[in-house]
């Protein structure tokens, strides 16, 4: 049977894109257990943020990794009820919440980075078998986007189609 989405052409990038990424996301969350990973796969960019930069809030934090607030903060809350991050108030603000690596979240990065370097490997012989170099043209398309935002370019192409017709 050929597949329903295929058939619908780049229209349905997005859906594609989710499909794989719901793949690689789900691949890693059956693997990381059986190397001793606990962290979800999503919040792995967090631990590793806050390791890299110490002690954030969560605007900062959703800035860095270009993620929602909302979805940073669903992040967060899983996080802490694995004991891997905590949150304070910050001395200098009161209104704003840091969060830090607990010791366990730090020895939690130990196993994570192992698994990573396994993790590319996997993920390099993907982008391999996709030819070209398919990690490039990724990249280059979310370049592409935060210069003109995909809003924009659907603007702008259904203008251009009224004005044809």
């Given at each position: ?9 780049p229209?349905?990038?997005?859906h ?14 059956d693997?990381?257990p ?13 631990l ?11 605007t900062?934090?959703a ?6 607030h909302?979805l940073?903060i ?6 802490t009820?694995?004991?891997l991050?905590k949150?304070?108030?910050d ?15 730090r020895n939690?990065l ?14 390099t ?19 592409n986007c ?8 659907l603007q702008?192409?259904a203008?251009e ?5």
């Amino acid at each position: 049977m050929t597949d329903f989405i295929q058939q619908q052409g780049p229209a349905f990038l997005a859906h594609l894109l989710r499909r794989l990424a719901d793949e690689l996301v789900q691949g890693a969350a059956d693997w990381y257990p059986t190397v001793g990973v606990t962290a979800p796969p999503r919040t792995i960019s967090t631990l590793l943020a806050l390791d890299q930069y110490g002690s954030l809030g969560v605007t900062e934090l959703a800035a860095l990794l270009r993620q929602s607030h909302p979805l940073v903060i669903t992040w967060i809350k899983d996080l802490t009820q694995l004991s891997l991050v905590k949150s304070s108030g910050d001395p200098a603000d009161r209104r704003r919440t840091l969060v830090s690596l607990t010791k366990k979240g730090r020895n939690e990065l130990v196993r994570i980075r192992e698994a990573l370097a396994v993790m590319e490997q996997a993920s390099t012989e993907l982008l391999r078998l996709a030819g070209a170099d398919a990690l490039a043209m990724l990249w280059t398309m979310e370049r592409n986007c935060q210069e003109l935002s995909f809003l924009q370019r659907l603007q702008r192409k259904a203008e251009e189609k009224q004005g044809a017709e």
